[in-house]
Nanobody, 115 residues
Framework: QVQLVESGGGLVQPGGSLRLSCAAS????????MAWYRQTAGPERELVAV???????KYAFSVKDRFTISRDNAKNTVYVQMNSLRPEDTAVYYC?????????WGQGTQVTVSS
């Protein structure tokens, strides 16, 4: 059974940084497509960053050059480093793991950017 546990969210001032972590069990992150999504008040979730098994990455235009997705194979954990945070980055952030045609979601972690 695949389980994803996010951590690292919180309250940060505009211009600050946070690093979110996603610890996986039941699957191997380096063999899967890993991604971070975020959701604000509406029902839709926005794709923020993706990493393939080969290590290729892609980012939403709104976070490009500010966010960096990475993984630690030894810890079976994926991260997103978020710099120069803005109030519009406020959201619940979710980690996902995609394999064999299925997508698994974590429980989400709240990020609030406010002064």
């Amino acid at each position: 059974q695949v389980q994803l546990v996010e951590s690292g969210g919180g309250l940060v001032q505009p211009g600050g940084s946070l690093r979110l972590s996603c610890a996986a069990s039941g699957s191997i992150v380096r063999n899967s497509i890993m991604a971070w999504y975020r959701q604000t008040a509406g029902p839709e979730r926005e794709l923020v960053a993706v990493m393939t098994p080969g290590g290729s990455t892609k980012y939403a235009f709104s976070v490009k050059d500010r966010f960096t997705i990475s993984r630690d194979n030894a810890k079976n954990t994926v991260y997103v480093q978020m710099n120069s945070l803005r109030p519009e980055d406020t959201a619940v952030y979710y980690c996902t793991l995609m394999e064999n045609g299925r997508t698994y979601w974590g429980q989400g972690t709240q990020v609030t950017v406010s002064s």
